[in-house]
């Protein structure tokens, strides 16, 4: 594995990058990338492009002069990539790689498309653009990194062959044929969505989300759409990322179930389609195999090389398994960017934002969104693309689903808890163990609904329950058989939720009893099953088929996705407080099916015309939690919410309002400023902002409040937990009045006020002030400025000091720069430089660019400390050769070799203030031999020689 790649889990850290310039650095980072795509680097001077199948030349000459890179598949030349600084927006960078690809000499071999190089890339070396000509309307998208030259060549082949597909897949879906929706057997609403989603594919869209409610067939439409992207649109290969493993298995037997539309063979007779169980995963390997399925936390762990993922681990949904912060994706050469033409996530709700994200956003590929119930950010990954939006209530409507009941059961110690009296022999079971020992107790033992079930289990309350739902069955179906007691015949196929695994086996133990069945009747489905040598899967297979098992419960590895249609009871004895994950629970009760397969597994059943709820907790009564915007406080200034901050608030609305408007500011910040503030801070914004993010989340603050109460907690330990977790998360900002006053400065610098109050009055029209009078003005504000700022900016601080005592690093000046170049003033130090040579020519001397030490003698000399304004850089010479002079006077001299090197130490004084010997390892000392030829130069005196040099020439 490759890692490293566009800085993302970076290891190199070496100290060479620090001392490198933007450009330079963009260039190391391209070249590693390429390297780790595949591609062999030269330069023109020594180019040899048949030395492999792929080449990335720098500095081809071209037309229109040299090109940063020029890529050569085969030996002709096929692509281009333009590299910039990292910071550089690359949108408008596209002409110019265009005019390269446009420029391509025409005495050596390439091949065009469109009188141009097919292949266009924008790089930064943290940001990647890339256009294809190939494309029916070329246009760029981000990329991860480059893609590899065996998949540009085979685009070229397919293009020259002629073909419609193999072009890659946004050329291949113009091509479908139209859909027909008989053959293939589908439902209006299934024949809507592939319509829609096939329109946004032509469209160009990169991110689709597909709505359909649980039961209206996702699985069967999203394998229609499968199945026509790889006959007819030449699709290499596709991803079904599933949330867990038991519905990755689920969705492997749907493909292998589908009979294909054109002659009725079954998917899996056509393509290969593989569940990956395992880590070790070399796309090279896989050009028979069409469909991968897999979970997001396998496909994590196959990008990061791991021998071998957990299997527990996979059979939890990456929602509950999620790290605690995003995690982070460096290039697999093994599995590139470009192995999935499309990503299918379903159940998108759950498992892919935040920690998740950029394993997806890792491959350059369509994304499709599956669920039926899109939250807020649901929608947002998705690019509020919303090709198909299909409801329960629709789908009731089209008999694609049934409609529910809610029955309520409700107890005393459900609601209010009880009291075990003191003198009671009580038995205590251990958690982990389950083992029980009996203890005579002193005193009472009371406990509220909140500790039921957690530190306190109630044998009674469970089997009311359990009585109560047996008992009121007839009622609940009364078309059903009886028996002489009065209870039904066949019990319906009923699923129940329980709070954990140990309140599973409590409510099965209470089911058997009540309901008169033996170990079949009832069964537990958890991901701890297995543990007990009953594979889930098999479990699973068991309640939806057989007759014998008619109860199942669980904690939540039936609560999405699992399809068991035979279900006509959910009972819900714990409870759940996002609307989300509520309604895919309650979904597992409103698959439709045939009646002949019902009373294949309940005969008394004449058809599934609807599904009860038993709600034993009141989570049908409850407010559950929706996904809310970040932004709450729209009316409220960035400086007001500070305050608010400042003043202790931990209002949910103002730090998600802050959080908002910092996560923006973060995304507009030059890197520049990012420093500045984060040096202020003492903590990177991202971790700031993400902090706070998850000091909000209500299940965090829900989890906290149980770790504090030792069971569930009250309304009031919750909010004590959210309270202390917001608290901790503000730190950083409330206790730092600096740190708020920098970003309010900062966020002005990047916004102008609309006055639309004030009317304005003429002065006077006429001809503005002469040059002069424009430069002494802005001579005069620039030392006001100075006056200022002389105790906020680091720069001035010691600049003003008397005498100067040196002290002073790049970094102040670059402080200093930064903050001129705000509005507003929006000054450069050429602005400055110029407005001085306008007032009196003959005391400026040093005319041409303008560096950013100048600022050191444009402070000085408006200071008044030097009677002429000399450009940093000649000043550093002149004080160099008066060091020289003083050297050669006390009999000390250097050779010719030893002379050019301590030219090149004197020019980095110049623009750098200082130097440092780790600085001797970074160009142009690295092209010269570095610092071990200056090691052998100057031998062990290079280190004094280094500080002697320093504060001679920048004192």
Not at 83 to 106: F, N
Request: glycine residues 6%; negative net charge.
């Amino acid at each position: 594995m490759t890692a490293g790649v566009r800085g993302r889990g970076r290891e190199f850290g070496d100290v060479v990058s620090e001392y490198m310039s933007p450009e330079q650095l963009a260039r190391r980072d391209i070249d590693e990338q390429l390297t780790a795509c595949g591609w062999v680097l030269q330069d023109f001077k020594s180019v040899a492009v048949a030395a492999a199948r792929g080449v990335a030349v720098r500095e081809v000459p071209t037309t229109a002069g040299p090109a940063d890179y020029v890529l050569y598949v085969d030996r002709q030349a096929i692509g281009v990539i333009e590299a910039k600084k990292a910071g550089m927006t690359l949108t408008g960078v596209e002409p110019q790689t265009r005019k390269y690809q446009a420029a391509y000499p025409e005495a050596w071999p390439a091949i065009e498309v469109n009188g141009a190089l097919p292949f266009g890339y924008e790089s930064t070396g943290t940001e990647t653009r890339f256009t294809s000509g190939l494309d029916p309307v070329p246009a760029s998208r981000r990329v991860f990194t480059f893609h590899r030259p065996d998949t540009l060549a085979r685009w070229l082949a397919n293009h020259a062959g002629g073909k419609d597909s193999g072009l890659g897949l946004r050329a291949g879906v113009m091509h479908l044929p139209g859909l027909d929706a008989d053959a293939g057997h589908l439902w209006p609403a299934q024949e809507e969505a592939i319509r829609n989603l096939e329109q946004s594919f032509k469209d160009n869209r990169p991110r689709a989300l597909v709505q359909m409610a649980t039961g209206s067939g996702k699985t069967f439409t999203a394998a229609n759409v499968c199945y026509r992207l790889l006959r007819h649109a030449g699709a290499e290969r596709i991803l079904f990322l599933v949330d867990r493993a038991n519905l990755g298995r689920q969705a492997l037997r749907e493909f292998q179930g589908f009979a294909t539309p054109d002659d009725g063979r079954k998917f899996t007779e056509i393509y290969n389609v593989r569940h990956l169980t395992s880590s070790r995963l070399d796309i090279a390997n896989e050009a028979a195999t069409k469909v991968h399925i897999c979970t997001i936390q396998r496909l994590h762990s196959i990008l990061r090389g791991d021998d071998e993922l957990d299997e527990a681990l996979d059979e939890k949904s990456g929602f509950e398994i999620a790290p605690s912060e995003p995690i982070e994706v460096a290039y697999n050469r093994l599995v590139p960017i470009e192995s999935y033409d499309l990503i299918i996530i379903d159940e998108c709700h759950r498992s892919i934002y935040g920690v998740w994200r950029q394993v997806l956003e890792y491959f350059d590929a369509f994304l499709v969104g599956l669920t039926a119930t899109p939250g807020m950010q649901t929608f947002g990954f998705f690019d509020q693309n919303l090709v198909m939006e299909y409801g329960h209530a629709q789908a009731v409507a089209d008999r694609v689903n049934v409609d529910f009941d809610v029955f309520r059961i409700r107890t005393e110690i459900t609601e209010s808890g009880g009291t075990v009296p003191a003198e009671f022999v009580t038995k205590f079971r251990d958690r982990d163990t389950r083992e029980h020992r009996l203890e005579k107790i002193d005193e009472d033992i009371t406990y509220d609904a909140n500790q039921l079930d957690r530190s306190v289990v109630a044998p009674d309350q469970i089997r009311t329950v359990v009585r109560a739902l047996r008992s009121s069955l007839p009622e609940m179906f009364p078309d059903r058989e009886r028996r002489e007691d009065g209870s039904l015949r066949h019990i319906p196929k009923t699923l129940i939720f329980a709070k954990d695994d140990s309140h599973a086996d409590d409510i099965v133990q209470a089911v058997r009893q009540e309901f008169n069945l033996g170990n079949e009747g009832a069964v537990k489905i958890t991901y701890r099953s297995g543990d007990a040598g009953n594979k889930p899967e098999d479990l699973l297979a068991q309640f939806r088929t057989s007759y014998e098992t008619r109860i199942a419960v669980t904690v939540d590895m039936i609560a999405t996705g699992t399809d068991v249609k035979p279900i006509e009871c959910v009972v819900f004895m714990r409870m759940v407080r996002s609307r989300n994950f509520f309604e895919q629970m309650k979904g597992r009760g409103v698959r439709v099916i045939d009646s002949d397969q019902l009373r294949a597994v309940t005969p008394d059943a004449a058809a599934k015309d609807r599904f009860v709820i038993v709600d034993a907790v009141g989570v049908t009564e409850a407010d559950l939690h929706d996904t809310v915007p970040m932004e709450r406080q729209r009316t409220k200034s960035f400086d007001k919410l500070l305050t608010d901050v400042g003043m202790g608030s931990t209002d949910p609305d103002v730090v998600s309002s802050v959080a908002s408007r910092l996560t923006r500011l973060d995304r507009r910040m030059t890197a520049a400023d990012r420093t500045e503030v984060e040096n202020v801070a003492g903590v990177a914004l991202t971790d700031l902002v993400r902090g706070m993010v998850n000091a909000l989340d209500v299940d965090r603050q829900y989890e906290a409040a149980v770790a504090q109460a030792g069971g569930d907690p009250t309304p009031d330990q919750v909010k004590a937990a959210a309270t202390a977790m917001i608290r901790e998360a503000l730190q950083p900002l409330a206790g730092n009045s600096a740190l708020r006053e920098k970003l309010v400065e900062v966020r002005r610098s990047y916004e102008q006020a609309i006055d639309e109050a004030s009317k304005d009055q003429l002065i006077i029209n006429e001809f503005s002030k002469d040059a002069a009078d424009r430069a002494r003005a802005q001579v005069e504000s620039w030392r006001q400025f100075i006056d200022d700022n002389k105790d906020e900016i680091t720069a001035l601080q010691v600049l003003y000091s008397q005498p100067y005592s040196g002290g002073l690093s790049y970094d102040d000046v670059k402080e200093l720069a930064n903050a001129i170049k705000r509005p507003p003033h929006r000054w450069t130090p050429d602005a400055l430089w110029d407005a001085y040579e306008t007032l009196d020519k003959s005391k400026v001397r040093g005319s041409g660019h303008r560096v950013s030490t100048d600022l050191v003698s444009l402070v000085r000399y408006t200071l008044g400390e030097a009677d002429i304004l000399v450009s940093y850089p000649d000043l550093v010479s002149e004080r160099f050769e008066a060091w020289l002079l003083q050297q050669s006077n006390a009999g000390r001299s250097f050779s010719q070799e030893q002379a050019a090197y301590l030219e090149l130490i004197k020019d980095r004084i110049a623009t750098n203030l200082g130097i440092a010997p780790s600085e001797l390892m970074a160009p142009p000392f690295s092209t010269q031999g570095g610092l071990g030829k200056a090691k052998q130069l100057f031998g062990e005196e290079l280190d004094a020689l280094l500080d002697e040099l320093t504060a001679a020439l920048a004192a």
